[in-house]
């Protein structure tokens, strides 16, 4: 039997998780990844890789809840597997603080992690400029390590890799039976989506082994991430800013902030600085439209937008994107159903 086609467009973290979804489930196909940046050039890579979210403003709660709670679940068995160290997924643990108590004082994934709770006035006592706290264990999935990681699996399943720029959607669709666009902020350009804008991201690897737990401010603009090589100082979120060179002042910004909550930072080596332009978007854009090519209709499923939840968000989506694959490869052409 002919196989079906399908091309999955990039290599981050929620085009690699969608290839591989796809290629382990749907047997009769045969899945092609191409991108023009892979691990670790890939904004997925510099990622602090925290699972935690905010809410997306138009997305049905319950829609991302199961894209949170599928993501954490799949990562757990990774973390609870032998594949952990390779995979750089494993469990962490911390607290999230608020100078003023938050409206909603229970996250909508705070069901999903691990023993969350408020924390006590005792331990609010080092943070005496924040008035309330969450304390809980997440996962951290480092992407460094859990792209080639996932690379391994999908090649593992009969998924081939090309390393090309696409540009164009229409051309492809003349070479795939299904496209499936995981772009992230390339979509700008080549699904023409001016939804899509970057949010830039600068970090700072600290050299601090000392540091075991993450501390997150709730504003979202500091937070210190201890990892497997090093531990990751955020952060800035600049709208529209598409500058990839590291900013000297917004690193010594993110130094004092993070020093401020954690003071033995300032004792702390900096080995390394990053910039990532996340995929921001209102809400992530997980759906599928039609192409027209030589007389075919091609089904074009999207997956990216996911601003600066990709990886939190990553397997979920991913499914999400498998399912609108396989209702396409089910559903009758239009003419047929005359
Ligand atoms: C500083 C910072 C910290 C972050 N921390 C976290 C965190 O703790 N937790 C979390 O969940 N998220 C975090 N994020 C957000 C996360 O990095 C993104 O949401 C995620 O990486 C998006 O993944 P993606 O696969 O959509 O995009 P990307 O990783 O950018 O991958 C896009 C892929 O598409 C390819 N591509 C694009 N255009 C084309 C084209 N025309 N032809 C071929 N290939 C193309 C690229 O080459 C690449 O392979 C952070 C981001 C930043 C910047
Ligand atoms: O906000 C955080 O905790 C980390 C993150 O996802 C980002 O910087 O995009």
Request: proline share 5%.
């Amino acid at each position: 039997m002919k196989r079906v086609k399908v091309l999955v467009i990039g290599a981050g973290v929620v085009g690699l998780s969608t290839a591989v979804c796809i290629a382990e489930t749907l047997v009769c196909c045969s899945v092609t990844i191409i991108a023009e940046k892979f691990s670790p050039d890939t904004t997925s890579d510099g990622a602090a890789g925290i699972l935690f979210a905010s809410e997306f403003p138009d997305v049905p709660l319950g829609r991302q809840q199961r894209w949170f709670k599928e993501t954490i679940d799949h990562l757990l068995a990774i973390a609870h597997s032998p594949h952990a160290s390779d995979a750089g997924v494993f469990l962490c643990s911390g607290c999230q603080i608020f100078k003023e108590v938050p409206c909603d004082k229970k996250p909508f994934w705070s069901d999903f992690v691990l023993g969350f709770r408020n924390m006590t006035h005792q331990e609010m006592k080092r943070f005496p400029d924040h008035k309330f706290g969450q304390t809980f264990t997440t996962i951290k999935c480092e992407c460094v390590r859990y792209l080639p990681w996932l690379e391994k699996r999908f090649r593992e399943a009969g998924g081939q890799i090309r390393c090309e720029k696409i540009t164009g959607l229409q051309k492809a669709a003349q070479m795939y039976d299904v496209i499936v666009n995981c772009s992230g902020l390339g979509s700008r350009l080549l699904a023409k989506d001016e939804e899509v804008y970057p949010i830039r991201g600068q970090i700072l690897k600290v050299d601090a082994p000392w540091l075991k737990n993450f501390i997150r401010d709730g504003d979202g603009k500091t937070y210190i991430y201890p990892g497997m090589g090093y531990v990751t100082l955020g952060g800035t979120r600049q709208a529209d800013d598409w500058r990839l060179e590291v900013d000297e002042e917004d690193g010594d910004g993110i130094m004092e902030r993070c020093s401020q909550l954690e003071p033995s930072l300032r004792k702390a080596q900096v080995i390394g600085r990053w910039v990532g332009l996340r995929p921001g978007r209102t809400n992530p854009r997980v759906e599928r439209e039609y192409l027209y090519a030589e007389g075919r209709r091609v089904p074009l499923v999207h997956n990216y937008g996911h601003g600066g939840w990709g990886i939190t968000l990553s397997w979920g989506t991913a499914l999400d994107a498998l399912d609108l694959v396989r209702q396409s490869l089910f559903e009758k052409p239009p003419q047929a159903r005359l």
